[in-house]
């Protein structure tokens, strides 16, 4: 059975930092690539970060700088480092494991809030 545990989401500050955290089990992890997605009230889902199986990284350009993913093989887990958070921040963000279209797997979700 495939799971991603996402954890470490909460409220902070403007300016503030987070490290989210999506642990897998289940998959062959270091095969796959790893994305972190947010989702805000009333909007769609978008891509903020990815890494490859090689360890190569995109960011959405409102993040870029401010955002770091990182993945950890051996712990089968990947990272979003948040720093300078802003309230356009906020959303649920979840965790995805992507082989190929057709097979990729999510997160439950946690929630990041930043407070105007």
């Known amino acids: 059975q495939v799971q991603l545990v996402e954890s470490g989401g909460g409220m902070v500050q403007p300016g503030g930092s987070l490290r989210l955290s999506c642990a897998a089990s289940g998959i062959t992890f270091s095969i796959y690539t790893m994305n972190w997605y947010r989702q805000a009230p009333g909007k769609q889902r978008d891509l903020v970060a990815t890494i490859t199986r090689d360890s190569n990284t995109i960011y959405a350009d409102s993040v870029k700088g401010r955002f770091t993913i990182s993945r950890d093989n051996a712990k089968n887990t990947v990272y979003l480092q948040m720093n300078s958070l802003k309230p356009g921040d906020t959303a649920v963000y979840y965790c995805?494991?992507?082989?190929?279209?057709?097979?990729?797997?999510w997160g439950q979700g946690t929630q990041v809030t930043v407070p105007s």
């Open positions: 995805n494991a992507n082989l190929r279209p057709q097979l990729q797997y």
